[in-house]
């Protein structure tokens, strides 16, 4: 199976021209077009297949449906110690927020206490998107059950000027506030981020339909 091969078969050039749009920081000439549910098929086929091993190890790829179609297959790996492996190698190669936000390894559910040190690890990163995974991945694993009132000094200890940082501290906190309102309202009433972060954080959390409108009303009267 030649990997790009399939890529280009799947080609949809006015979805490249949209895609190149939600991500301008790349250009339009490394899109080749494939919608995400034709990617999502080829990792399924492609998982099968010796050629996977060979396209995770061969980094930096050119294209970013293939960096796409990278993220789809962590996130489908069983093992956790070869996922962790496998992520700390791609990472340093993602330059975007939508390969960054496409990964979501499945297998990181059974493996909280392992996850958690590495989330910390990654969210202290200089490096933009492994930092922004590092939060999305404490977000979606540790806001529910498992939520600890000290995760929340992770990303609130952060001082980053990277605007695909300071957005996901932003969605972060909105979140927390949606799940644990009680405890992650007070690093919003201590003024714990930095101005453009809270107002951001305050914004999302009042577009939520999971807070109440008195819960909206009082965040918008702590806005900065």
Sequence with gaps: MDIK?????????????????????????????????EIRKLAKKLAREPEASNFLSDLPHKYYDENILHGILL?????YDACIEAIDRFLPYVD?????????PKIFKKHKVALLEK???????????????GIEMLMSHFLDEDFQPEYLEIPASLHCEEYYVRMMI??????????QWDVAIKTIEDHRL???THNKTIQKARESRRLTPKEKEYLKSLKR
């Design 170 to 179: 932003a969605w972060f906190f909105a979140t927390a506030l949606a799940k």
């Design 194 to 196: 930095e101005v453009w």
């Design 119 to 133: 989330i910390k690890e990654w969210s202290a990163s200089e490096k933009t998107y492994t930092c922004r995974f």
């Design 5 to 37: 091969e399939e890529l280009f078969a799947l080609k949809d050039a006015p979805y490249g021209d949209f895609q190149a749009k939600l991500v301008p920081n790349i250009p339009r000439d490394l899109f080749i077009g494939v919608r995400f549910p």
């Design 96 to 104: 975007n927020w939508a390969v960054c936000d496409i990964l979501s």
């Design 75 to 79: 996130s489908e790996m069983k093992d």
